[in-house]
């Protein structure tokens, strides 16, 4: 079975700064999803950023980018220029693909990494 | 574009007693999801529907669960003799039809408290 690790429960960055949130996974697929989605306190879950497991490139979103290395299945999550506004929540969620046998419905969450920033 | 919606917010509820939970996702939105998230963890999949048809629960789902989604639209999630360790926030969430690539829109989610 899939699984996603999150090693940081919690992590602090200073205003303006840059930060990596880190995310392992385990998967004997060789083609899935990578997303991280932030959670704002009280507030709704929205997507930052996903990869496509057979694309080379790393996604980028702002100021929002990730370093995937899939052969060490690794995908972390770099927050450059951090504002307040980012303290929240974030998870990173894996899915496989639906025609290799990857469940539709089954979003694999990590246990989350809690993002403050300090003013 | 007016997100997710779901009812209530928040419901305490004592041990044995049943509760429902909506969930109106996004229009033009197929597919529905409902997870699970307690303190600390991240979200865990219950079910998922695409259009009106149930495809896939999780092992999480006991007998004591259950979701519709009748006619395609909202969905509703029973829990029937509630128990303390139901106690969680429950996300629904929905997606456009196409790519699974395609991002899921969550609900700000029902909070339920079992006493």
């Known amino acids: 079975a899939q699984t996603v690790t999150q090693s940081q429960p919690e992590m602090s960055v200073q205003e303006a700064e840059t930060v990596t949130l880190s995310c392992t996974y385990d998967t004997s697929e060789s083609d899935y999803y990578l997303f991280w989605y932030k959670q704002p306190p009280s507030r709704q879950m929205i997507l930052v950023i996903r990869q496509e497991a057979y694309k080379q490139q790393n996604a980028t979103e702002n100021r929002f980018s990730v370093n995937f290395q899939k052969a060490a299945k690794s995908f972390s999550l770099k927050i450059s220029d951090s504002q ?6 974030y998870f990173c969620a894996y899915r496989g693909r639906v025609n290799y046998g990857g469940s539709q419905g089954n979003l694999i969450f990590g246990k989350g990494t809690k993002l403050s920033v300090k003013p | 574009d007016t997100g997710v919606s779901q009812d209530p917010r928040h419901k305490i509820t004592k041990r044995g007693q049943n509760v429902t939970f909506r969930c109106d996702p996004i229009s033009e939105h197929n597919r529905l999801y409902w997870y699970r998230q307690t303190l600390g963890q991240g ?8 259009n009106e048809a149930q495809l896939e629960k999780s092992r999480l789902l006991s007998d004591r669960f259950s979701a519709e989604r009748p006619k395609g639209s909202f969905s509703t999630l029973e829990i029937q003799r509630t128990e303390q360790g139901d106690s969680a926030m429950y996300l629904c969430a929905s ?8 991002p899921l829109h969550f609900g700000n989610g029902t909070r339920l408290t079992v006493t």
């Open chain 1, 84 to 89: 307040l506004g980012d303290a929240a929540m």
């Open chain 2, 43 to 50: 979200p865990e999949f219950l079910t998922y529907f695409q």
């Open chain 2, 95 to 102: 997606s456009p039809p196409g790519s699974y690539n395609s």
